[in-house]
């Protein structure tokens, strides 16, 4: 099949377990240690409203300079944390969640 594989620093790349902790690096985040689909959206939104907050710092910053580091830091996962050691909710039947 021709497959390979090879690792990526990871500066890129950043999650729930272990956020980027550079900002100017970062082009990948992922909530793969997280359970529940409501948490995960939950969360990543909180996620991407910090990365709005640095992509805004970045953009009024009036400097020379290229790289800029966020002051802030990515908020700490509030439904996602611990979800693996919570109780797992039963799965609605599929007629279920298909009504309207």
């Known amino acids: 099949m021709g497959l390979g594989f090879r690792f990526f620093d990871t500066a ?11 900002l100017n690096k970062v082009c990948t ?10 948490n995960k959206v939950h969360d ?5 409203d910090d990365w709005q907050k640095y992509v ?8 020379t300079t ?8 990515w908020t700490v996962p509030q439904l996602c944390r611990g979800s693996f050691n919570r109780p797992r909710a039963t799965k609605k039947k ?3 969640a ?3």
Not at 44 to 48: D, H
């Open 56 to 63: 805004k710092s970045r953009v009024n910053r009036t400097t």
């Open 98 to 100: 298909r009504k309207t």
């Open 44 to 48: 990543i939104e909180i996620m991407l």
């Open 12 to 22: 890129y790349f950043g999650g729930f377990c272990q956020p980027s902790r550079d």
């Open 29 to 38: 985040m992922h909530a793969n240690c997280c359970v529940g689909l409501e």
């Open 94 to 96: 599929i007629g279920q």
């Open 66 to 73: 290229t790289t800029y580091e966020y002051n802030g830091s």
